[in-house]
């Protein structure tokens, strides 16, 4: 039988942080692998696929790991505003949530992120010898990595503002959330 949708905003802000927490835990949920959507100082847009990494409800935030020489992390450092883009057919809700990102820069804090991924199948992605996006005269997917150096970061990405859209026979609802209010909008 059909869940009754949530009517009470407060209700659909709870679900949208207990949805996005349990996204990080979840391989398997739509919401793990938003697009994330930057802007470059020229006004040239970049939008790729990342892992939800952790969400800190309290702080209205949400984190990623990636390369520290990656385009996104340049473009982040000259215009920190981001959109991430989730949608999950579960839930029939779309989110589009806008953010100012930051590199972290707390030692110790990145070195205990560092070790949860070490010795994990996603290590390789932070020791390639090549900068993500160079270019390369042939596929080089057999090479050696260069294990000494890690290029591990960690974008921290404060929310600003979440765009809900959901899809319902009932009728489609938006809204635009902050961490203190909450519009209605036409779908
Ligand atoms: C399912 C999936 C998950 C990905 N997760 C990440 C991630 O968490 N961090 C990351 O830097 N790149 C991730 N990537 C790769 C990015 O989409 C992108 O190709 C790469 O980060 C380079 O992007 P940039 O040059 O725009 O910085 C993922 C790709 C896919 C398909």
Same mark, same amino acid.
Request: charged share 25%; hydrophobic share 40%.
């Given at each position: 039988?059909? @869940?009754?949708? %949530? !009517?009470?905003?407060?209700?659909i802000? $709870? $679900?949208? =942080?207990?949805?996005?927490e @349990? *996204?990080? %835990?979840?391989?398997?949920h739509?919401?793990?692998?938003p697009?994330?959507? &930057?802007?470059?100082?020229?006004?040239?847009?970049? *939008?790729r696929?990342?892992?939800?990494?952790k969400?800190?409800?309290?702080? $209205?935030s949400?984190?990623?790991?990636?390369?520290q020489?990656?385009?996104?992390?340049?473009?982040?450092? @000259?215009?920190?505003?981001?959109?991430?883009?989730?949608?999950?057919?579960?839930?029939?809700?779309q989110?589009?949530?806008?953010?100012e990102?930051?590199?972290?820069?707390?030692?110790?804090?990145l070195n205990?992120? =560092?070790?949860?991924? @070490?010795d994990?199948?996603?290590?390789?992605?932070?020791?390639? *010898? #090549?900068?993500? +996006?160079?270019?390369?005269?042939?596929?080089?997917? +057999? #090479?050696?990595?260069? &294990?000494e150096?890690? #290029?591990?970061?960690?974008?921290?990405a404060?929310?600003?503002?979440?765009?809900?859209l !959901?899809?319902?026979? !009932? +009728?489609?609802?938006?809204?635009?959330?902050?961490?203190?209010t =909450? !519009?209605?909008? *036409?779908?």
């Open positions: 039988m059909l @869940k009754p949708r %949530l !009517e009470n905003p407060n209700d802000r $709870q $679900q949208i =942080w207990r949805e996005l @349990k *996204a990080c %835990l979840d391989r398997h739509a919401w793990r692998t697009v994330m959507a &930057t802007t470059s100082s020229d006004d040239s847009v970049s *939008a696929t990342v892992v939800l990494r969400v800190d409800r309290l702080n $209205q949400l984190m990623i790991f990636t390369d020489r990656s385009l996104k992390v340049r473009e982040i450092i @000259k215009k920190p505003k981001a959109v991430f883009a989730f949608w999950s057919p579960r839930l029939n809700w989110l589009r949530v806008e953010v990102v930051s590199v972290m820069k707390d030692l110790t804090m205990t992120l =560092w070790q949860t991924v @070490k994990s199948p996603s290590t390789m992605d932070y020791l390639h *010898a #090549q900068a993500p +996006g160079t270019a390369l005269t042939k596929a080089t997917t +057999g #090479q050696a990595p260069a &294990t150096n890690n #290029q591990f970061t960690v974008l921290t404060a929310v600003i503002k979440i765009d809900w !959901e899809l319902s026979r !009932e +009728g489609h609802r938006r809204a635009k959330i902050t961490n203190d =909450w !519009e209605w909008l *036409a779908p």
